[in-house]
């Protein structure tokens, strides 16, 4: 997996919006956990979402507030199963 960054996110918001896609998902990796989570919203709440993921993670998507959280990947999609063929993989 490449390595993410918060101007990737903002990109990957930006381009659900204009393609209309009705989800945003993020995958969460977390220390203690053996599989990460996948977080889905629908793109109504993209705006608050963003500045939410701002505020928390860094430049390189690390947890700001608690060590051991990173997000790990992103994406869109009209469907779970879409967004599923992007993040589960």
């Known amino acids: ?4 960054t ?4 903002e ?3 930006i381009q659900a919006k204009e393609l209309r896609k009705k989800f945003i998902a993020v995958k969460i990796e977390m ?7 996948i977080i889905i919203n629908p793109i109504s709440n993209t705006e608050s979402k963003l500045k939410y993921y701002k505020k928390t ?3 390189k998507l690390k947890h700001k507030y608690s060590d051991g959280i990173k997000m790990i ?7 779970m199963n879409e967004i599923q063929q992007f993040l589960c993989n």
């Open 11 to 13: 990109e990957c918001f």
């Open 31 to 37: 220390e203690g956990f053996q599989e990460p989570e």
């Open 1 to 4: 997996m490449t390595s993410k």
């Open 57 to 59: 993670y860094d430049e």
């Open 73 to 79: 990947g992103f994406a869109y999609g009209d469907s």
């Open 6 to 9: 918060m101007k990737n996110l």
